[in-house]
Structure formats: C-alpha cells, structure tokens
C-alpha cells in the first residue's frame, strides 16, 4: 500500500490556537459550521469497563478480560482520537511533490494516522499514543481481524473507537478527523516548520530531497512528503553511500511525532497576537477538520486554555509494541502488550494511572533486534559518533525508534 499518505497534525493548533482565534476573531455561528458526527464517547455510556489489557484472552470471545473492579483515578483527563485521511484534493498538478501522492481517483479515503491524544487541562499534561497502521488486531463488532487500519471511516468513526476499546481498553471522549489538506494548509499558515537534519536525506518514492545538512524550512506540500517517508534514507558521508532506516514504519511514526512538537511550538508562537495568522489556522480547521457532535465550541475554548501553558517539549510519546510477522501472505503487526512498561503506558491511557505520572517508553527487546546503527539521531537529543559498522537490513521485529532529527536549539 505505497500510496498510503501519513497524516500527523498539530492537534494543539486546534484546541489552543484554533481555540483561542475563535474566541477572539469568530463568532459561535461560523465556528459552527464544521463537519461533525456522532461517536460512542464516554459521556455517552458512563457504565462502560475496561478490559485489563495484556492477560490472557476470554477464550469465549477472544477479547481482553474485563475485570470490573478497576476504577479510573484520573477523572480530568480526556482521550482524543486522530486520523488523517487522505483525499488527494489539494494536491497542486505542478508541485514536484504531485508524483508522490499519485492518482487519487477512484481509491477513497484512507489513513494510517491513527493516535489517541490525551490531556489534562487541570495540569498542563499531554500524550500521545500511535497505533502502527498494521496492527492485526479484532475488528470491533466482528469476528475477524485484520489491520486495524481498515476500521477507519472518516465519517463514522465508531467501528474504530469500538475496536481501540475491545483490543486496548481505551475509551474515547473525543474525535477529531484531518485530512491532509488541513496539513498542508496549517503548516504554510505558520509560515512552515524548521527541522535540522545531520546529513542530507531523501526517499525517492515521497520525492523527499533534503541535498544539505543543516536548519531546513518545510512548506506544506514538502512537509506532507517528510512524514509520509516510508524509505526514509540519509547520507553516509565516510562511505559516500545511502542507508536506509532499519526501524522502517516506527522511524517514521517517530519523525512524525518529532515534527508534530515542531509544529505545536511554532504555531503557538506565532498565532499569539496575530490575527492574520489565527484566522488562517481557523480557516482551515473548519474546512478540512471533522470533530464529534459533543466538542463543542465551548469545550474547544475551555482546552484551550487550559492549555494555553503547555510546553509542547515536556508531551510524552508513546507508541504500540509488537512484532511482525506474516499472516496468509500480509506482512502485520502483531501488538506485544503483556510487557510492563507497554502495561504501564497503557494504564496512563486508561485512566487506571494519572497523566502527570506517565512512565517513559521502553521498548522490550526482541530475538531479531538488529545490532546499533550509524543512524545520525536517535532518542537522546545529541548526536552519536559515527561507527566504522554498516546499517543491517530492516528487521519487521525490531522496537528501535529510527533515525530522527538532532536536538539543535537554534532551529525551531
């Protein structure tokens, strides 16, 4: 599915910045003109259990266990939804990028964003959890499974929330769809998002070319072709030679959430006291952005600012463990939730553990986990030394969060 477009949007720019330009430039009717739906939400089956996710299957029902007798203790904190979809609309015929988003007609929407955003605005706290598009996970109201990808229906949301809910225990409060038009639209609006980069990199198949190390700038459209990257490569300057990243779909839900701070920062800093700049960030969330029936302006105002004093730096990143593997000929993902620390995460998400206590993420070692890479980044926020050792083949196994951007304070 090499045309699949990776969506991962500044969510904050809705609540904070979308937020607060409605209260200040919109009034209530044109801010209500948006797409909405109606989802299971919490508020809307307040006798709804969790299962305790990571024990063993009902062998009835082949779902998690519901053990009645555990009670959420963090009663402030809301789960959202994300998807992107992809529609193909705003893609300019003449952009060097056009080749990479293809033809669009007659294939729908599609998406492989898909996270749970959580937040407490009594705390300030946020987190983020993405569920790799390949998990082989049981469709909710079904007997089968399949990637839990193929839930997704943009305007109906539910058979999706049902099945974050039978596999993962996490109830959904909130929904809120985006499609890559809104991306591309949010990210020129701010006037682009700056990310530095040790070595050049490219992926042919998204057209991504980044020549030269150092600060760059993205726009919308090149912005789009960065988090899509599914042969992300960097220079090996040593070697004169191109390596891929070995985490393959992870390293890009890494740059995605990497990009995603990026943006949040830049699009609170510059929306604050200009008007120009929040009425385009307004437009375009209500032209391309779908939210459940139960946001309401009100409660988008009310996060807002709440929120208002977040550091987007302190909002922890959490991802789906699993292992791939082949079931009847598709390459999936298994979720591997019996580990500790994915157990502890997924209490965060649950309710069962407060946000502002939230563990970091630890990946569990796997059999096939490849050796240290020369990547030029990873989660440590300096740059590794280069090793004499080359990068191993993409192992579909390993937990390794990829290549990602280097910390450098003066390109923000």
């Given at each position: 599915?090499?045309?699949?477009?990776?969506?991962t949007?500044?969510?904050?720019?809705?609540?904070?910045?979308?937020?607060?330009?409605?209260?200040?430039?919109?009034s209530?009717?044109?801010?209500?003109?948006?797409?909405?739906?109606?989802?299971?939400?919490s508020?809307?089956?307040?006798?709804?259990?969790?299962?305790?996710?990571?024990?063993p299957?009902?062998?009835?029902t082949?779902?998690?266990v519901?053990?009645?007798?555990?009670?959420?203790?963090?009663l402030?904190?809301?789960?959202?939804?994300?998807?992107?979809?992809?529609?193909?609309?705003?893609v300019?015929?003449?952009?060097?990028?056009?080749?990479?988003?293809g033809?669009?007609?007659?294939?729908?929407?599609?998406?492989?964003?898909?996270?749970?955003?959580?937040?407490?605005p009594?705390?300030?706290?946020a987190?983020?959890?993405?569920?790799?598009?390949?998990?082989?996970?049981?469709?909710?109201?079904?007997?089968?499974?399949?990637?839990?990808?193929?839930?997704?229906?943009?305007?109906?949301?539910?058979?999706?929330?049902?099945?974050?809910?039978?596999?993962?225990?996490?109830v959904?409060?909130?929904?809120?769809n985006?499609?890559?038009?809104?991306?591309?639209?949010i990210?020129?609006?701010?006037?682009?998002?700056?990310?530095?980069?040790?070595?050049?990199?490219?992926?042919?198949?998204?057209?991504?070319?980044?020549?030269?190390?150092?600060?760059h700038?993205?726009?919308?459209?090149?912005?789009?072709?960065?988090v899509?990257?599914?042969?992300?490569y960097?220079?090996?300057?040593?070697?004169?030679?191109?390596?891929?990243?070995?985490?393959?779909?992870?390293?890009?839900?890494?740059?995605?959430?990497?990009?995603?701070?990026?943006?949040?920062?830049?699009?609170l800093?510059?929306?604050?006291?200009?008007?120009?700049?929040?009425?385009?960030?307004?437009?375009?969330?209500?032209?391309?952005?779908?939210?459940?029936?139960?946001?309401?302006?009100?409660?988008i105002?009310?996060?807002?600012?709440?929120?208002?004093?977040?550091?987007?730096?302190?909002?922890?990143?959490?991802?789906?463990e699993g292992?791939?593997?082949?079931?009847?000929?598709?390459?999936?993902?298994?979720?591997?939730?019996?580990?500790?620390?994915?157990?502890?995460v997924?209490?965060?998400?649950?309710?069962?553990?407060?946000?502002?206590?939230?563990?970091?993420?630890?990946?569990?070692?796997?059999?096939?986990?490849p050796?240290?890479?020369?990547?030029?980044?990873?989660?440590?926020t300096?740059?590794?030394?280069?090793v004499?050792?080359?990068?191993?083949?993409?192992?579909?196994?390993?937990?390794s969060?990829?290549?990602?951007?280097?910390d450098?304070?003066s390109?923000?």
């Open positions: 599915m090499s045309q699949r477009l990776v969506l949007m500044n969510i904050f720019v809705i609540f904070a910045c979308f937020g607060t330009a409605i209260g200040i430039y919109y209530n009717e044109k801010a209500n003109d948006r797409k909405v739906v109606d989802i299971f939400g508020e809307g089956i307040p006798t709804l259990t969790l299962p305790t996710v990571g024990e299957l009902d062998p009835t082949g779902l998690p519901i053990d009645n007798s555990l009670m959420p203790v963090d402030t904190a809301k789960n959202i939804l994300i998807t992107g979809s992809d529609n193909g609309a705003c300019d015929p003449n952009s060097p990028y056009a080749d990479a988003f033809d669009r007609s007659g294939i729908g929407e599609r998406s492989d964003t898909i996270m749970i955003l959580r937040l407490d009594t705390t300030n706290a987190a983020i959890l993405s569920f790799p598009r390949d998990l082989w996970v049981r469709i909710g109201g079904r007997t089968t499974k399949s990637r839990i990808n193929s839930a997704f229906n943009r305007d109906d949301p539910n058979e999706l929330i049902l099945t974050i809910f039978d596999n993962f225990g996490l959904v409060d909130h929904y809120i985006v499609d890559f038009c809104a991306f591309k639209e990210v020129d609006a701010i006037g682009g998002v700056r990310v530095p980069f040790a070595t050049p990199v490219r992926d042919k198949k998204s057209k991504l070319l980044i020549e030269t190390a150092g600060c700038t993205f726009g919308g459209e090149e912005g789009l072709a960065y899509r990257s599914r042969h992300f960097y220079y090996k300057a040593s070697t004169k030679t191109w390596s891929e990243d070995p985490a393959a779909d992870r390293g890009r839900i890494s740059r995605q959430q990497d990009f995603l701070r990026r943006a949040i920062q830049k699009a800093d510059k929306s604050v006291g200009n008007p120009r700049i929040a009425k385009n960030l307004v437009d375009a969330g209500l032209q391309y952005v779908i939210t459940d029936s139960g946001l309401t302006v009100g409660k105002l009310d996060i807002a600012t709440g929120m208002k004093n977040l550091d987007p730096s302190t909002m922890q990143t959490y991802q789906i292992k791939g593997t082949l079931i009847a000929g598709q390459a999936v993902i298994e979720p591997a939730l019996n580990g500790e620390n994915m157990k502890a997924l209490a965060v998400f649950q309710g069962r553990a407060r946000l502002v206590d939230a563990p970091d993420q630890i990946f569990a070692p796997t059999t096939t986990k050796p240290a890479t020369t990547a030029p980044s990873n989660t440590q300096t740059i590794k030394p280069a004499t050792t080359t990068l191993p083949p993409v192992y579909v196994e390993s937990n969060v990829g290549v990602l951007p280097p450098d304070p390109c923000r």
